[in-house]
Nanobody, 112 residues
Framework: QVQLVESGGGLVQPGGSLRLSCAAS????????MGWYRQAPGKQRELVAT???????VYADSVKGRFTISRDNGKNTVYLQMNSLKPEDTAVYYC??????WGQGTQVTVSS
């Protein structure tokens, strides 16, 4: 099983920015679709963005124009650049490799 380790979460004011990183333990990373998901308290986990091995991206409507997903296959790492953050972006953010591999999550809190 591939290990995924997220980092970069924290507390930020509305309108601020954060960049999340997710490092994979295996170079098979480069062959798989990667995704960022989030789960707010009392809500179901939802898709934020995905990126294929070839760099094709998909975004949830709620983050289009504010978030950018990217990947560095040489570093086995996927990123999520989050700009213009809103309180409703507060959640635990998880990365996912393929279908079955999930990271442990990183907390993002947007609050003044």
């Amino acid at each position: 099983q591939v290990q995924l380790v997220e980092s970069g979460g924290g507390l930020v004011q509305p309108g601020g920015s954060l960049r999340l990183s997710c490092a994979a333990s295996d170079s098979i990373f480069s062959h798989y679709i990667m995704g960022w998901y989030r789960q707010a308290p009392g809500k179901q986990r939802e898709l934020v963005a995905t990126i294929t091995s070839g760099g094709i991206t998909v975004y949830a409507d709620s983050v289009k124009g504010r978030f950018t997903i990217s990947r560095d296959n040489g570093k086995n790492t996927v990123y999520l650049q989050m700009n213009s953050l809103k309180p409703e972006d507060t959640a635990v953010y998880y990365c996912r490799l393929g279908i079955a591999n999930w990271g442990q999550g990183t907390q993002v809190t947007v609050s003044s």
